[in-house]
T-cell receptor, first 116, second 114 residues
Framework: KAGVTQTPRYLIKTRGQQVTLSCSPI?????VSWYQQTPGQGLQFLFE???????NKGNFPGRFSGRQFSNSRSEMNVSTLELGDSALYLC???????????????FGPGTRLTVL | QKEVEQNSGPLSVPEGAIASLNCTYS??????FFWYRQYSGKSPELIMS????GDKEDGRFTAQLNKASQYVSLLIRDSQPSDSATYLC??????????????FGKGTHLIIQP
């Protein structure tokens, strides 16, 4: 089974621009979560989508948004980029199961965003 | 505010020994616990999940959970140089359906000395 894919893998933008990142979950997984990873703050939860609906949101400003499509693919958008948005953005997919596999999240390779 | 605490290390362990990684969490309602391994420049890889008090073994890995003490640990037996990585503890709370946001610790950097 193919893993989580993310595009693009690397991105360089300048302050004030906006960016859209894409994530395709593992086939059959309907939940997609997004995380930001920086050396100072570590891995932080951005938001989670299930069946095209945002179910949970982390503590990030409104400049960070996302959506999910009917095929479970997801995009996240960051508007008005700031230098501090430079980070590795990770997407994770999950099958909504019970028992021993409940909530296991599998990460994609990430998109490395650099804001100049 | 959910918090997950880990010793940042580095934790240095000789090859063949047992590596012991620890994690505490603040949210008593947490129900799902995970260990991820992250090599430098790579994304986190899930290695263990645990949901009930006690031990769960998978190959050389054993996860231990004590909800009363809000403590979860990972033991790696017969440590190999390829186990050298950052180990991330992640916790989430069931809120009625599906995958909620994981709260991660900052990770423990493990070094296996040949």
């Amino acid at each position: 089974k193919a893993g989580v894919t993310q595009t693009p893998r690397y991105l360089i933008k300048t302050r004030g621009q906006q960016v859209t990142l894409s994530c395709s979950p593992i086939s059959g997984h309907r939940s997609v979560s997004w995380y930001q990873q920086t050396p100072g703050q570590g891995l932080q939860f951005l938001f989670e989508y299930f069946s095209e609906t945002q179910r949970n949101k982390g503590n990030f400003p409104g400049r960070f948004s996302g959506r999910q499509f009917s095929n479970s693919r997801s995009e996240m958008n960051v508007s008005t980029l700031e230098l501090g948005d430079s980070a590795l953005y990770l997407c994770a997919s999950s099958a909504v199961l019970t028992g021993d596999s409940y909530n296991e999240q599998f990460f994609g390779p990430g998109t490395r965003l650099t804001v100049l | 505010q959910k918090e997950v605490e880990q010793n940042s290390g580095p934790l240095s362990v000789p090859e063949g020994a047992i590596a012991s990684l620890n994690c505490t969490y603040s949210d008593r309602g947490s129900q799902s616990f995970f260990w991820y391994r992250q090599y430098s420049g790579k994304s986190p890889e899930l290695i263990m999940s645990i949901y009930s008090n006690g031990d769960k073994e998978d190959g050389r890995f054993t996860a231990q959970l004590n909800k009363a003490s809000q403590y979860v640990s990972l033991l790696i037996r017969d440590s190999q140089p390829s186990d050298s990585a950052t180990y991330l503890c992640a916790v989430n709370m069931y809120s009625g359906g599906g995958a909620d946001g994981l709260t991660f610790g900052k990770g423990t950097h493990l070094i296996i000395q040949p």
